[in-house]
């Protein structure tokens, strides 16, 4: 392992966040198993205040989620060179390639977290508590997700080894295969482009529809589309944004748009199409759930909130990945 | 409407602060505790991220690749031959022999480094990055003088013109006209350097004629590095070539470890302190248990006096936050972090007194934020919810 302060705050607050949500998930199924909204019994009482600890419980989580997923990334970025081959975070998660999956299950927690906490919002919205049961049910669900998560950001850094100089000769030799392939291999640009574009143009119409005509089917689309588009643009990020960036066509890296040479880029980018991921998944989410008359209104209220604030942040990441492709003086024409 | 709900936060922040004043003792103590382990949490992760720096500035300049020869798994003399050798190999530009050695010095109790350089670089304009600050430099075919780092004209009250003694390795004083004072850069690499002619050098430590401490190796394409290494592997098995980035990782990799093993230390003060902020969170005086009761009595529900007692945290972390921090930096940076130093720079009594640059990045506040804060703000969620949900009714029946 390798004691850096990045990486024991993180695991610090990896438990701290897994503290939290079990805490929550207990006093969740306690609410789930006795949950009686007709009852006036003191017990209902005692419950129906518990409710307020588990939103404050979450909402923490949440934040510190966020938070840790962005010191996650810098952290990855800032000890590379303590391993051979390593040129930027792909190189640090290769040491170790557990790593690949704390991410990915972060990235997922973080998705589920903040649906949760949106769920909640409008739960509160109402009266009677019409999304209890579901509420509480997803949190036994997301306990054991942040259990994997902590896990797995455990594994993996307990499992780094710094490649440091041995008495017999130099670190050179002390076998390290897993760093050399630092590089994503990249994907053939010119029909990503069209579907990165295409997708983006039929994201924000389908958005503007939604807007406009107010019909259910659409709705389901741009969540559809919004979970097409976080593959999609993903997949553009490796094959052409990134060279773009660089302006350098062979170098592919999702990572050194994070570092301080592209000038941080990467954080309001990824950012960006997070966000605009998940206000559009959220869009088609809480569709099904108008159907309960007490919160329909407030649904109803949000869910053009929502298309618009992921179309906007879809737009902020189209501008930011495409700046350079019209701005700079670089092109990958000549790799199509 | 969100102008509305920031506007009631507001108003909840101004209610906060209003009944923080009131209790000024309760908070005060809370804040210097709080305050005192950010300053130390905030000392290390400051300090750290200094010296790695500095040190990493020192060896910018340091070779791409180092020959060692190792004997029985220790450091021996390199005979010049393996030069020739390895100078043969393809992308291998000049071989330089480098003269280097430790010196005790019994008088003072301090450890200098001695550096010889050779007639040959003498003469290359430019051929070391240390910058002379005061007096000479040594003149090719030159013998008897030497130039000094500030740390040994310190501690051996030498000036120009002064004379510096050392023992040599038949016992006998030799003696070496200081005629110029080294300020570099990073006064790490100069500190407690003696530069003397090769040749004295030799003659100093008794180093036979045909050995060196090392050999520095120029590299003309960096990636080839590891494949020059190798050969020189292949060819000279007892050689030890050690390769410049293989420096930067192993320094890299020991900043980290110091600093992260102190703060592991500290975490538990860290634990002792979410204990306390526990604590005081949970024990309500009988006053707050009423004005939570009178808060709730005439109309604020149960979310605004979770917000309040959110805010109240805020506003006591971010005081005790920026308290520390600053009260951190400016150890480091004004004081030379005279309480953490001895451990983490290492043990010498010649110790550079370095002035760290100062630093202060968004990823260290973020680290330390987490570190702190968070840690605070978990510890008072449960007793602010158990204070929040406070029935009117009871207490102020019971009081």
């Known amino acids: 392992m390798i004691l850096h302060p990045g990486i024991i705050a993180l695991l610090l607050t990896a438990v701290l966040v897994l503290g939290m949500v079990l805490v929550g998930a207990y006093a969740g199924a306690i609410v789930l198993a006795r949950w009686d909204l007709d009852s006036s019994s003191e017990g209902q009482l005692a419950l129906e205040r518990k409710t307020y600890l588990l939103s404050t419980l979450m909402g923490h989580a949440l934040a510190l989620e966020i938070l840790s997923a962005l010191v996650l990334l810098y952290t990855l970025d800032d000890i590379h060179p303590v391993f051979v081959g390593a040129m930027c975070a792909t190189g640090t998660l290769n040491a170790n390639p557990v790593g690949w999956w704390a991410l990915g299950v972060k990235i997922l927690a973080l998705f589920c977290c903040a649906i949760w906490i949106a769920l909640n919002r409008i739960d509160q919205r109402a009266e009677d508590y019409p999304l209890t049961r579901l509420k509480y049910g997803l949190l036994l669900l997301l306990a054991p997700l942040l259990a994997l998560e902590t896990w797995l950001v455990f594994r993996f850094f307990l499992g780094l080894d710094p490649n440091v100089i041995t008495s017999c000769c130099g670190a050179l030799f002390s076998g390290s295969g897993a760093g050399v392939a630092a590089e994503v291999a990249g994907l053939p640009a010119l029909p990503l482009m069209l579907a990165f574009f295409g997708g983006a143009a039929l994201y924000l119409t389908a958005g503007v529809l939604a807007l406009r005509l107010a019909q259910p089917w659409l709705r389901y689309l741009v969540a559809a589309l919004a979970l097409a588009m976080l593959g999609i643009a993903l997949a553009s990020v490796i094959a052409f944004i990134s060279p773009y960036h660089y302006e350098l066509p062979t170098h592919h890296c999702p990572f050194d748009l994070l570092q301080a040479d592209y000038r941080y880029i990467g954080y309001p980018m990824y950012l ?10 959220l869009v088609g989410i809480a569709e099904p759930l108008r159907r309960i008359p007490s919160i329909q209104g407030p ?3 949000a869910q053009p909130r929502w298309t618009l604030l992921s179309m906007l942040l879809l ?12 701005f700079s003086d670089f092109t990958l024409q000549g790799y199509y | 409407m969100a102008s509305g709900r920031l506007g009631k936060h507001l108003k909840i922040l101004e209610f ?3 009944s923080m004043l009131r209790r000024r003792m309760k908070n005060a103590g809370l804040v210097i505790v709080f305050g005192a382990v950010v300053f130390l949490l905030s000392s290390i992760v400051f300090l750290t991220s200094a010296l790695r720096a500095e040190a990493l500035a020192v060896l910018e300049g340091a070779p791409q690749l180092l020959v060692q020869r190792a004997m029985a798994g220790r450091h021996a003399l390199i005979p010049l031959r393996y030069g020739e050798t390895i100078a043969r190999l393809p992308g291998v530009g000049a071989v330089t022999p480098r003269y280097w050695g430790y010196y005790y010095d019994i008088y003072t109790g301090a450890n200098y480094t001695l550096l010889g350089i050779g007639d040959a670089r003498l003469q290359a304009p430019g051929a070391t990055a240390l910058r002379l600050v005061e007096g000479a430099f040594i003149a090719p075919r030159q013998r008897g003088v030497c130039v000094i780092g500030a740390g040994v004209a310190r501690i051996r009250g030498a000036r120009i013109g002064g004379i510096v003694s050392l023992r040599d390795a038949r016992g006998w004083m030799q003696e070496y ?3 110029g004072l080294f300020e570099s850069p990073s ?10 002619a090769e040749a004295d050098l030799k003659a100093l430590f008794g180093m036979p004629d045909d050995g060196a401490t090392d050999l ?4 003309y394409n960096p990636r080839e590095v590891a494949n020059i290494s190798r050969k020189i592997l292949e060819r000279l098995p007892d050689a030890r070539p050690i390769g410049h980035a293989e420096i930067l990782r192993t320094y890299e990799t020991l900043f980290n470890w110091r600093g992260g093993l102190l703060l592991a230390m500290f975490l538990g003060a860290v634990a002792a302190f979410m204990i306390l902020a526990w604590d005081k969170a949970t024990g309500l005086s009988a006053d707050e248990r009423r004005e939570i009761g009178i808060l709730k009595a005439i109309g604020w529900e149960t979310a605004d006096i979770l917000a309040l007692k959110f805010w109240e ?3 006591l972390a971010l005081v005790a936050f920026l308290a520390g921090v600053t009260a951190g930096y400016a150890h480091v940076f004004y004081f030379g972090a005279e309480l953490l130093a001895p451990i983490l720079k290492g043990w010498s009594v010649l110790f550079p007194a370095i002035d760290l640059e100062p630093r202060i990045e968004p990823y260290t506040l973020t680290v330390l934020f987490l570190f702190t804060i968070v840690p605070y703000i978990v510890a008072t969620i449960v007793p602010s919810w158990q204070a929040a949900i406070t029935d009117p009714d009871r207490v102020m029946r019971s009081v």
Not at chain 1, 272 to 281: D, S
């Open chain 1, 272 to 281: 960006a199409l997070f966000g605009a991921v998940f206000y559009g998944l």
């Open chain 1, 299 to 301: 649904i109803a209220a």
């Open chain 1, 315 to 326: 737009a902020l990441f189209i501008t930011i990945a495409a700046w350079p492709m019209v």
């Open chain 2, 16 to 18: 906060a602060l209003s």
């Open chain 2, 177 to 179: 006209e200081v005629i």
């Open chain 2, 187 to 196: 006064r790490l690499l100069t500190n407690d350097l003696i530069l003397l």
């Open chain 2, 216 to 219: 520095m190796i120029e590299v």
């Open chain 2, 313 to 315: 945290g805020a506003a």
